[in-house]
């Protein structure tokens, strides 16, 4: 399968990026069929000189059937050769990495059992609740009649 991705270059903390179209089993800075331009992150979004791309190339290849990774399709959408496209929706990235690791390895299994200890104690303490509410209103009546019971014999 054709994709079209990002391939490193640069140096160390300097990254710059060759556009290529390469085989998806090839290594990412590996073997790759033809490149299709360059990107420079470092540079402002502004400026010119942070991308180049051979528009004719990416077309025939887009026609070929290479497909795009995410960050490929955003930099083609960005120049107008394709549409832009939607934007995803990664609820691990808002979790610290260091976090993120205690979660995958057992997150499942412990994010399960507090839920179900949750949902057995709820009930408990709302039975044990309206109980309470219950007695009492059934003893305040009692109480009252009591305390009319006086009045009456009073009068």
Same mark, same amino acid.
Not at 83 to 109: C, F, H, L, V
Not at 134 to 147: F, S, V
């Given at each position: ?11 160390? /903390? ?89 979660? =995958?390895?057992?997150? =499942? ?24 509410? =219950? ?12 305390? =009319? ?5 009073? /009068?």
């Amino acid at each position: 399968m054709l994709k079209m991705r990002l391939s490193m270059g640069g140096t160390k /903390k300097r990254p710059v990026y060759k556009i290529v179209v390469a085989d998806s089993r090839f290594p990412r800075d590996g073997r790759f069929i033809e490149k299709l331009g360059f990107f420079n992150p470092l540079i402002p979004k502004e400026k010119k000189e942070r991308m180049g791309l051979d528009v004719e190339r990416v077309k025939y290849w887009l026609g070929q059937g290479a497909q795009p990774t995410t960050r490929v399709a955003r930099l083609l959408g960005e120049n107008e050769i394709m549409p832009m496209p939607a934007k995803g929706n990664n609820p691990q990235k808002a979790i610290p990495k260091k976090d993120r690791k205690k979660t =995958e390895e057992g997150g =499942e299994a412990k994010a399960e059992a507090p839920k179900e200890e949750a949902k057995a104690e709820a009930p408990k303490e709302e039975a044990k609740s309206e109980a309470p509410k =219950e007695e009492a209103k059934a003893e305040a009546p009692k109480e009252e009649a009591k305390a =009319e019971a006086p009045k009456e014999e009073a /009068k």
